[in-house]
C-alpha cells in the first residue's frame, strides 16, 4: 500500500484562505432576497480582484474555481444549471480579466475591471440560458434589466475593492509576507 503525502505551501494556504473566504460571501449572499433570478450582487468578486491585484491571474482562477465548486456544493447546487450558469459566468468574468489586465492600469483599474468582469459574467449567463437552458426564448428581453445590474454590482464592487487595495496595501502585504515565512 502506498501512502501519498501532500505538503502544503503557503501559496497553498494562502489560496485556501481567500477560497474560503469567497465561499463565506457566496453563501451569505445566497441567503439574500433577489428581485430577479440570477441577480445578485457577487461579492465574492471583491476577493476575485483583490486576488488578482495582490497576487496574479492564476492565483485568481485557482480562488474563482474553488469557490464556484466548493461553493455550489454546499449550497447543493453542484452540477445543476446554476452551477453552470456560475461557472460560465466565473469563466467568462476571469476571461475579461485576463484580456484587461495587459491594458494600462491608468485607465483600467479595480473599478472598471470589476464593472466589465459584471458585464462578461451577465452576458454569459444570458447566451448559456438562451442556448442551453431556455432554446427558442428571447432571453436578451432582460438585457436592460441585467445590465443596469451589473452595472451597480460591478461599480459597487470595484469600489469597495479600490478602498481595500488602497488603504489596506501594507496589512495585505503584511499577511503575505507572513505567510511566506511560516
Known amino acids: 500500500m502506498t501512502v501519498l503525502t501532500i505538503k502544503p505551501t503557503a501559496e497553498d494556504h494562502r489560496i485556501a484562505y481567500l477560497a474560503a473566504l ?4 457566496m453563501l451569505m449572499e445566497a441567503a439574500l432576497p433577489s428581485p430577479l433570478p440570477g441577480v445578485k450582487p457577487g461579492l465574492a468578486n471583491i476577493v476575485t480582484l483583490l486576488v488578482l491585484k495582490q497576487y496574479g491571474l492564476r492565483t485568481a482562477i485557482w480562488v474563482a474555481g474553488l469557490r464556484v465548486v466548493a461553493g455550489s456544493i454546499l449550497l447543493g447546487s453542484f452540477l445543476t444549471p446554476g452551477f453552470m450558469l456560475s461557472l460560465g459566468g466565473a ?18 483599474g479595480a473599478v472598471s475591471l470589476s464593472v466589465s468582469a459584471a458585464f462578461a459574467h451577465i452576458s454569459a449567463q444570458l447566451l448559456i440560458v438562451s442556448v442551453w437552458l431556455m432554446p427558442g426564448v ?10 443596469a445590474a451589473a452595472w451597480v454590482f460591478g461599480l459597487s ?3 469597495i475593492a479600490a478602498y481595500l ?18
Not at 469567497?22 to 460571501?25: D, G, P, R, S, T
Not at 488603504?167 to 515565512?181: C, I, K, P, V, Y
Open 22 to 25: 469567497a465561499i463565506a460571501l
Open 91 to 108: 469563466a467568462a468574468s476571469l476571461a475579461a480579466l485576463w484580456l484587461l489586465q495587459h491594458l494600462p492600469e491608468r485607465y483600467f
Open 138 to 147: 428571447n432571453v436578451f428581453y432582460l438585457s436592460p434589466a441585467f445590465a
Open 157 to 159: 464592487n470595484g469600489l
Open 165 to 182: 487595495l488602497h488603504n489596506h496595501q501594507d496589512n495585505l502585504q503584511g499577511n503575505s509576507q507572513h505567510e511566506s515565512a511560516a
